[in-house]
Structure formats: structure tokens, C-alpha cells
């Protein structure tokens, strides 16, 4: 589902924040990403979105190489890639609903067919009956479920998460985790940076382990060596 074949990415000014990073995510593979902060977590996700292009060496996602995409062809390849943030990101002028449907109607979907998934992620992520409410109303944990739900919306193959559990406590933190399990159950790939060592022991999921932009090791389920 990814492959990263010998990337590096250098910004501008000369930091490097990857350097000949190589591994493979199988379909359906729960994964988690970890390393200190600047070790290149971000960095690594941004690619897979096209937020960012390599310096050197091929991305791949879902068979397709990313660096020979066209900017117009890259919306598109965002609609197979749900991204979830540490801090939301929503949108607090408008409702749950609205919140969670923004990227259907972006992609162009009826309203009739929004409403549909709209609903069908929300129940996903047990926030079904709350789509008028505002999210400034929600606690922590439930505007996470919100991004989650949006992140989902759009029936991804891959699914990234950058620190999505960083605000929250321990407890809600495992139900944000047991959430995204479900996901990886029926199918999706997903792949979570965090700095939370203890609930990646706690889950026993593979881990990718980035150290100053190089990939360190891996281990958990499924143990794999660097090639």
C-alpha cells in the first residue's frame, strides 16, 4: 500500500529531514511511527499527502509513484488519504455536520450522498445524534472523534495520524487507538506518528522508528528489518 524507496528530503536552508529512508506498509497493516521530536515523523506523512515532494528517491501509494503526479492530479489522491491532526483542526463557525462533510462536498457529492456518510462515520466513531451541535461544545476526545470521522468520510484506503492522541489522557487516548483498530479491521491502513511509547507497547502494533530523519529499527508485530 506505501512504499518509500531510498527517500530524502532536504528543505531549504539545508536541513535535511529525511535521509535514505526505505519500508514497505502492506494493505490493511496497522503501523505506528515514532521518534523524537524533529526526528522527521511530520516530514515522512507530508509526502504521502503531497504536502511535500522527496529531494531524492520514490514515494508510492496504493501502487501509483507520487512524483510523477501533476498538481492536478494530487486532490484526487487526497481523497484515498484520510489525515487526522493532533489539534483537529475544525472548523468552529460550523456544525459537526458540516465539519465532517467538508470534504465530500468539496469532492462533489449530492447532498443526499453526503448526508449518508456523513451519518455513516459519525455512528463509526459513536458520535451519531450530535451533527447540529458545534464542536466548541465537545470535549477533547469527541472533537477528536470529530476529525476522526472526517478523516474517514471519504471511504480512504490509508489513514495518517499526526500525534492524534497528544491532548487527551491515557484513557481516552486507548479509545482513540481502539478506534482506529476498527478501521484497520475492516481493511484501511493505517499509520500513526506518536511520542507515546507506553500506549504503542500497550497496542504490540509494528513500529517504525525514525532517528534524526534515518530509519532506526522496527519491531512489534510483524518484525521487519531495513533494506
Known amino acids: 500500500m506505501v512504499r518509500f524507496d531510498r527517500v530524502s528530503k532536504r528543505y531549504p536552508g539545508g536541513k535535511e529531514a529525511l535521509t535514505g529512508v526505505s519500508f514497505e506498509l502492506q494493505r490493511g ?36 509513484n507520487l512524483g510523477r503526479m501533476s498538481s492536478g ?9 484520510g489525515v487526522v491532526f493532533q489539534n483537529h483542526q475544525l472548523l468552529f463557525d460550523r456544525s459537526v455536520y458540516e465539519n465532517v462533510a467538508l470534504p465530500l462536498q468539496i469532492a462533489g457529492y449530492t447532498p443526499a450522498e453526503a448526508g449518508r456518510r456523513v451519518r455513516a462515520a459519525l455512528d463509526s466513531v459513536g458520535l451519531l445524534g450530535m451533527e447540529k451541535r458545534n464542536p466548541i461544545e465537545l470535549s477533547g476526545g469527541e472533537q477528536q472523534r470529530v476529525g476522526i470521522a472526517r478523516a474517514v468520510v471519504n471511504k480512504p484506503a490509508l489513514l495518517l495520524a499526526d500525534e492524534p492522541t497528544g491532548n487527551l ?10 478506534l482506529f483498530a476498527r478501521f484497520q479491521q475492516v481493511g484501511v491502513t493505517v499509520l500513526i506518528a506518536t511520542h507515546d511509547i507506553a500506549l504503542v507497547e500497550r497496542m504490540g502494533s509494528r513500529r517504525i522508528i525514525l532517528d534524526h530523519g534515518q530509519m532506526h529499527e522496527a519491531g512489534g508485530a510483524g518484525d521487519w528489518h531495513v533494506g
Open 73 to 81: 492530479q494530487i486532490p484526487y489522491h487526497r481523497r484515498k488519504v
Open 29 to 64: 497493516e496497522f503501523a505506528f511511527l515514532t521518534g523524537h521530536s524533529g526526528a522527521g515523523k511530520s516530514t515522512l506523512l507530508k509526502l504521502m499527502m503531497l504536502m511535500e515532494r522527496p529531494s531524492r528517491g520514490q514515494v508510492f501509494v496504493d501502487g501509483q
Open 169 to 178: 489522557d491515557p484513557e481516552l487516548s486507548a479509545e482513540i487507538m481502539n
